[in-house]
């Protein structure tokens, strides 16, 4: 800003220079003008209170002064947060239709029950994961909701059992319990009344089942629980894998082997039921579990 008043300054005494000059030379009036007082040049004085001439810089400056304040952009209002929600526990999932080869199963258990009033079948197979307890369990579902007797399920699987799992019956008390003593088989079982049947499941899972799962031990729960039901199943542990699968075998009147389809080999399959005969009890037939149809299910039938 000085150097812009520096320059105005020079201008007006350059411009005031040759007028000075002009009064300053004799000459002569002239007669019949009037006298008149030259123009005098307007003194520029920056520290003067009252401006008699406005910079355009000031002027640019208060015009931008005058403009409204730019508003401030409109900041979009964050949504809420979502409080967090623990996951809620899946609900149980329900049984499927059972398929009819079920009912056949029933009718030739009938057959081998004949005139007796309890029957107690072992459903075991040959190696783990071939569907023992799956078959078990529909095959209580089946004899429950036939109204054939009163049917009770026991989870003989002590290592790895999962029937509380599919009816929900927790663990506190079951098999592992009352072959130990501690409580005894009507306070430990559950009744399912959506099904028809009652469930006793294995107790606490363990690598080691109690020592006292001996003959008597278990002959003693099944009558026990033949004393409430027509039927007891037993969801027994695979029979190649562990010896108190024969255990089992000695106190139930029939067994029925479960195979896997395009996966149990024959010599296991042969070896499982060598196991079930020396235990002593009848081998009723198998369940060829899993099987797949590559043409449809009747033309089957017809071969």
Known sequence: MSRFYEAMKRALEQQAEPRGSQEASPSQPVEGAKETTPPLAVPFDPDATTSVRHDPLDELEDYLHALPAPAAPAVEASPAPVPLRLAERPAPRELRPLHPAYERIIQRLLAFRGGRRHCCLLVASAVPGEGASTVARNLAVALGGSQRGRVILVDANLRSPSQHEAFQTGTADGLANVLSGAVTPAAALR??????????????????????????????????????????????????????????????????????????????????????NEAGVTLLGGVLNGRRYHIPEFIYRRL
């Open 191 to 276: 009744e399912v009344p959506k099904y028809g049947i009652a469930v006793l499941p294995s107790g606490r899972p363990s690598d080691s089942p109690p020592h006292l799962q001996t003959v008597p031990a278990l002959q003693g729960v099944i009558t026990s629980l033949q004393s409430q039901f027509d039927w007891v199943i037993l969801d027994g542990p695979p029979v190649t894998t562990y010896p108190d699968a024969s255990t089992f075998a000695a106190v139930a009147d029939g067994a029925i082997l479960v195979l896997r389809a395009e996966r149990t080999r024959w010599e296991v399959a042969e070896r499982a039921m060598k196991v079930l």
